[in-house]
C-alpha cells in the first residue's frame, strides 16, 4: 500500500507564474489536507477537502490560491501569480475519514522555489 | 487561540541518553495529539497518536503521554542513538477542527 504521493517534489517557478502541486492520498483514503512550512516556520494547516467538496479553507490566502480534490485523479494546490513569499514546502496528508482512525498521514512534500 | 508550543526549540545529547521533548496547548478541548518526526528536507513521518481518552501511547522506544487538564505531552526517548536526530513535531487536533496545529518542533542532536 503505497503512501501519500506528492508531485513534483521540486518546483521552480519565476514570479507571476503558476503553480500546480498534485497530491495522492493512501488507497481508500477520501480525506486530503494540505499544509505549508515557510522556511523556518511551523506547518500551517491551509485546506481540508473531500472528493468533490471543499470542507474547510479557513487557512487558505484569500487571494491566488485554490485547491480541488476531483472524483477521479488526485488532489490539486494551485498557486496563481506566485511571489517570492510563496516559497514554502508544501504537504500533503489523507486519512481514511474524520473520526477513524483520524491518524493523519503525510507525503514528501513539494518544494516550491520562487525566483 | 488555540497554539502549540515546543520546548527546548533544539536538544544536544549524547549518545545513550534517555530524553523528554515537550509539548504544551492552550485548550484542553482535544480530540488527539501526534508525534512526527522530520528529517532535514523530508516529510513527516508519525510516530504516535494519542486520542484524548488515552494517557500514553508507546512504540519501541518511545512512550508518549498526555495529561489534557495541564494541557501538555511529553515524548520520551529511551538510550537515543544517532539516528534518532532530527526534528520531532507535536500536533493537536481541536475538537472544533479537523486540522493538525503544529508546535514549532524540538531539533535534536544525538551525538555519537
Known amino acids: 500500500n503505497a503512501g501519500v504521493m506528492q508531485n513534483p517534489r521540486h518546483l521552480v517557478r519565476r514570479r507571476g507564474q503558476e503553480a500546480r502541486l498534485r497530491c495522492s492520498p493512501m488507497k481508500g483514503h477520501s480525506h486530503v489536507y494540505w499544509y505549508r512550512q515557510l522556511p523556518e516556520e511551523g506547518l500551517k494547516f491551509m485546506v481540508y477537502l473531500q472528493k468533490e467538496n471543499i470542507i474547510d479553507e479557513s487557512g487558505m490566502p484569500k487571494e491566488r490560491f485554490s485547491a480541488e480534490f476531483p472524483k477521479e485523479g488526485p488532489s490539486i494546490l494551485r498557486i496563481q501569480q506566485v511571489v517570492r513569499g510563496d516559497s514554502a514546502a508544501y504537504f500533503c496528508?489523507?486519512?481514511?475519514?474524520?473520526?477513524?482512525?483520524?491518524?493523519?498521514?503525510f507525503g514528501p512534500g513539494t518544494r516550491l522555489t520562487v525566483t | 487561540k488555540q497554539e502549540v508550543t515546543q520546548i527546548p526549540a533544539a536538544l544536544s545529547v549524547p549518545e545513550g541518553e534517555n530524553l523528554v521533548l515537550n509539548c504544551s496547548f492552550t485548550d484542553s478541548a482535544i480530540y488527539n495529539l501526534q508525534w512526527f518526526r522530520q528529517d532535514p528536507g523530508k516529510g513527516l513521518t508519525s510516530l504516535l497518536l494519542i486520542q484524548s481518552s488515552q494517557r500514553e501511547q508507546t512504540s519501541g522506544r518511545l512512550n508518549a503521554s498526555l495529561d489534557k487538564s495541564s494541557g501538555r505531552s511529553t515524548l520520551y526517548i529511551a538510550a537515543s542513538q544517532p539516528g534518532d536526530s532530527a526534528t520531532y513535531l507535536c500536533?493537536?487536533?481541536?475538537?472544533?477542527?479537523?486540522?493538525?496545529?503544529f508546535g514549532g518542533g524540538t531539533r535534536l542532536m544525538v551525538k555519537p
Open positions: 496528508a489523507s486519512s481514511p475519514n474524520r473520526d477513524s482512525p483520524a491518524e493523519q498521514y
Open positions: 500536533a493537536v487536533r481541536y475538537n472544533a477542527g479537523n486540522m493538525l496545529t
